[in-house]
T-cell receptor, first 111, second 113 residues
Framework: AQTVTQSQPEMSVQEAETVTLSCTYD???????LFWYKQPPSRQMILVIR??????QNATENRFSVNFQKAAKSFSLKISDSQLGDAAMYFC????????FGAGTRLTVKP | NAGVMQNPRHLVRRRGQEARLRCSPM?????VYWYRQLPEEGLKFMVY????????ESGMPKERFSAEFPKEGPSILRIQQVVRGDSAAYFC???????????FGPGTRLTVL
């Protein structure tokens, strides 16, 4: 069974600075997808970024980028130039048929 | 192009009643997934359905919970004889194929009194 671990229940960052959220996963599959979702207070799940395991290049979406280490089964999210609107719960997810989510990291952005 | 729709957004039930949660996938999506989120926790996969078929129900509780996705109409998650521990947010997601991105609905918050 696939498991996803987020070891940081809470993180805090100063506005305009950079923060990295950690995620590790366990799987025996060789081809899979990894995701980071953002859940603001509205509770809507918003896709931030995704990574195909067969791609060596790290995915990037504007201020969001990942550090994907396949051998280490690590998938961290880096948020650059943090903004107040980035404050939310962030969930790392592994997709088999259904998504397997980590427990989440609550990110606070300080003005 | 409307997104994934769920209704009701909020549902209150007393212990022992039945809860029916509805999910209309995005147009063109034939794959539906249900997730449950307990307070202060991540989403937990419950069931994956493709039109008229249950593909993976490994996350569904063995009793009281059932799901369907008929040929016509929305997908339904049904909880019989609800208990307080069923109080949670239930999210539906849809995709055009198994290996494609999942789009999430706004969720239904179930409260059991």
């Amino acid at each position: 069974a696939q498991t996803v671990t987020q070891s940081q229940p809470e993180m805090s960052v100063q506005e305009a600075e950079t923060v990295t959220l950690s995620c590790t996963y366990d799987t025996s599959e060789s081809d899979y997808y990894l995701f980071w979702y953002k859940q603001p207070p509205s509770r809507q799940m918003i896709l931030v970024i995704r990574q195909e395991a067969y791609k060596q290049q790290n995915a990037t979406e504007n201020r969001f980028s990942v550090n994907f280490q396949k051998a280490a089964k690590s998938f961290s999210l880096k948020i650059s130039d943090s903004q107040l609107g980035d404050a939310a719960m962030y969930f790392c997810a592994y997709r088999s048929a259904g998504m397997r989510f980590g427990a989440g990291t609550r990110l606070t952005v300080k003005p | 192009n409307a997104g994934v729709m769920q209704n009701p957004r909020h549902l209150v039930r007393r212990r022992g009643q039945e809860a029916r949660l509805r999910c209309s996938p995005m147009k063109g999506h034939s794959h539906v997934y249900w997730y449950r989120q307990l307070p202060e926790e991540g989403l937990k996969f419950m069931v994956y359905l493709q039109k008229e078929n249950i593909i993976d129900e490994s996350g569904m509780p063995k009793e009281r919970f059932s799901a369907e996705f008929p040929k016509e109409g929305p997908s339904i998650l049904r909880i019989q004889q609800v208990v307080r521990g069923d109080s949670a947010a239930y999210f539906c997601a849809s995709s055009p194929g198994q290996d494609r991105e999942q789009f999430f609905g706004p969720g239904t918050r179930l409260t059991v009194l």
